[in-house]
């Protein structure tokens, strides 16, 4: 028991660097590089990896920010590329690559470096932060510089064109940005940093992207109107014979004789020539996604944040099919003994005042009243087994019982610890300090689960082990509190209280966005289709997500990203996280088409 059970606890388990970050996690990272640099460690093939939270936290961190940020250097130049075939001038795109940088700097560095001085932010937020404001301030340019672009094709001035784009566009993306904030901000009230300060920068971000393209942009146009204003050069430079001929120059016929020769004049047409026809396929192709919507599953599983080639995944991976996974992931149950209570002097009649807790350990009370429950939870039927090692209780004896206790941790030389008991003796002393606390007020067992912590047995058992803790409500009850700790108990208890919380908030977010767009627009129709939008969408995406990563419904593309989980489950923060960027993508682009229409 002794050197193993010090190692654990000056582990990430136990505090020695549970955020993968601390200096248990910087120890071990740095013990096991030290150790395979060994000449004859490195000539005997031996491999080490780190498994556990704070590894699987460190690697979670870095996958995620390596992960955005390699796909903001896909998408960045695939954007503006976009941006130039619809703007047809590239000149414009100096307005959204200045809003971009803009937006960065003050997001960062005016608005967020205060906050998290005083607020705790997670690691891999300010890579969110930029992927955001990168997509919504790409997003939001193309909206106002192509209806800038078509008022100055209409012979506008560029007052005029900049004007009007701000009264239609303008407002549109104000309303877009204000639910996709509010839609953000949402997840601040989840009682996880996890979740809120990803929330409160998405928010930020969104905010200040919104107020730099209503502002920057139109002082930009407004600056430099002859430059900005001849779209029809196409390009930065100022020499027409400089200037693309591939498509990128405006043309000068009539916008609506430009319109009318797109495809997308065409679609329209057809759509309106057969709207019932369209309205029974598009709802045949909804019905799918709403029967499988419901069936979505998520998991608490750790390694799902992970990357698959990170040494904490490929290590937990084998550790588990060496030795389950209740020794990467064991938990802790602790018993803590009552407050102790005393009579305020200034108070006499009044009730007695809780003080810190009493040293009920080292008492034969305590050891009769607990003793029994912690056999009891160690020996559930019909749960997976679990051994419990601890001063209490343990796998090679049982239960130890007060007398054992009482002669080999508080006496010395007892006639019980001579003969064949010495080495028991010797061991509960041993260990006497690593499940006891100084005080004697708090006892500890580390539990490692025969199944899976994170699979549904490891649930149903810590749910099982909760529900046999006794009630210190009733008379003649213990008066100790038991708690069940590590293991996947404080993820499951994030999930199971952000699940509890989430449809107040659905609910919450879509009235905040029916009263903002009603008031914006002065209507009842808007905010209802704009409600009804977001509906849809989310249930389109989680019945997709369903069929792909629970049935398999692309698995035969081959590709490893659209493979069915094991588990045929995803992971619990992909629901909450989309609804947030789904109900302001809804709204962003069901609005423009309405608005176009009415």
């Not at 398999?552 to 081959?558: E, K, P, V």
Request: proline share 7%; with cysteine; charged share 15%.
């Amino acid at each position: 028991w002794g050197p193993h059970r010090r190692l654990q606890g000056g582990g990430p388990q136990n505090g020695g660097g549970g955020g993968g970050g601390g200096p248990g996690g910087d120890m071990y990272r740095q013990a096991i590089s030290a150790a395979e640099q060994e000449p004859a460690i490195a000539a005997s093939g031996l491999v080490a990896y780190e498994v556990g939270m704070g590894a699987f936290g460190n690697d979670a961190m870095t996958g995620v920010q390596d992960d955005l940020l390699r796909m903001d250097t896909i998408t960045f130049p695939l954007a503006f590329g976009v941006m130039a075939l619809v703007l047809r001038s590239l000149r414009l795109l100096i307005a959204p690559f200045l809003c971009i940088v803009c937006s960065l700097a003050v997001s960062f560095g005016i608005v967020m470096t205060p906050v998290s001085r005083n607020t705790d932010v997670i690691t891999y937020a300010p890579a969110v932060m930029m992927s955001i404001t990168l997509a919504v301030s790409i997003d939001y340019s193309l909206f106002i510089l192509s209806r800038f672009r078509e008022e100055i094709v209409q012979g506008h001035e560029v007052y005029h064109a900049v004007e009007r784009s701000l009264a239609t566009a303008g407002h549109t993306v104000l309303v877009s940005g204000t639910t996709l904030a509010v839609a953000f901000a949402g997840l601040v009230f989840f009682p996880t940093t996890l979740l809120s300060s990803v929330g409160l920068s998405s928010a930020v971000a969104v905010c200040v992207t919104v107020l730099v393209n209503l502002s920057l942009t139109p002082a930009l146009l407004l600056t430099c109107p002859n430059f900005f204003g001849n779209v029809k050069q196409g390009c930065v430079c100022c020499a027409p014979s400089w200037c693309p001929s591939d498509g990128l120059v405006a043309s000068d016929m009539p916008l609506e004789e430009e319109l009318a020769a797109s495809c997308w004049h065409n679609v329209g047409s057809c759509t309106r020539g057969c709207k019932l026809m369209v309205f029974v396929l598009c709802a045949l192709l909804y019905l799918p996604f709403v029967l499988l919507a419901p069936d979505l599953s998520a998991s608490i599983q750790f390694d799902y944040l992970s990357p698959r080639t990170a040494g904490s995944t490929i290590g937990y991976h084998i550790l588990v099919k060496k030795f389950g996974a209740g020794v990467a992931f064991p938990n802790t149950l602790l018993i803590m003994c009552p407050p102790s209570e005393h009579q305020d002097p200034n108070d006499p009649y009044g009730p007695p005042v809780k003080g810190p807790p009493t040293s009920c350990v080292y008492t034969q009370e305590f050891w009769e009243r607990a003793g029994p429950v912690v056999e009891n939870l160690a020996t559930l039927p019909g749960q997976p087994h679990a051994d419990f090692m601890g001063v209490m209780y343990n796998p090679q004896v049982g239960r130890v019982y007060w007398p054992e206790f009482k002669a080999a941790v508080m006496e010395k030389d007892s006639p019980l610890c001579r003969g064949p008991e010495q080495g028991m003796c010797d061991e509960l002393r041993g260990i006497s300090g690593q499940y006891i606390n100084k005080n004697g007020s708090a006892m500890t067992f580390d539990i490692k689960l025969s199944a899976d912590p994170y699979s549904q047995a490891g649930i149903d058992w810590a749910k099982a082990i909760q529900a046999a803790f006794p009630s210190t409500e009733c008379p003649g009850c213990p008066i100790e509190t038991y708690y069940l700790m590590d293991g996947s108990q404080d993820m499951y208890d994030i999930q199971d209280t952000v699940y509890e919380l989430l449809p107040l908030a659905m609910v919450v977010t879509l009235c905040v966005v029916f009263v903002i767009v009603g008031a914006s627009y002065r209507s009842l129709v808007v905010p209802l289709r704009a409600v009804v939008t977001i509906v849809f969408t989310l249930t389109i995406v989680f019945g997709a997500s369903v069929a792909v990563y629970q049935h398999g419904a692309l698995s035969w593309t081959g590709l490893e990203c659209l493979e069915p989980i094991a588990d045929q489950q995803i992971c619990w923060l992909i629901p909450v996280m989309s609804f947030s960027i789904l109900t302001g993508l809804a709204v962003r682009h069901s609005l423009p088409l309405f608005c176009m229409y009415a």
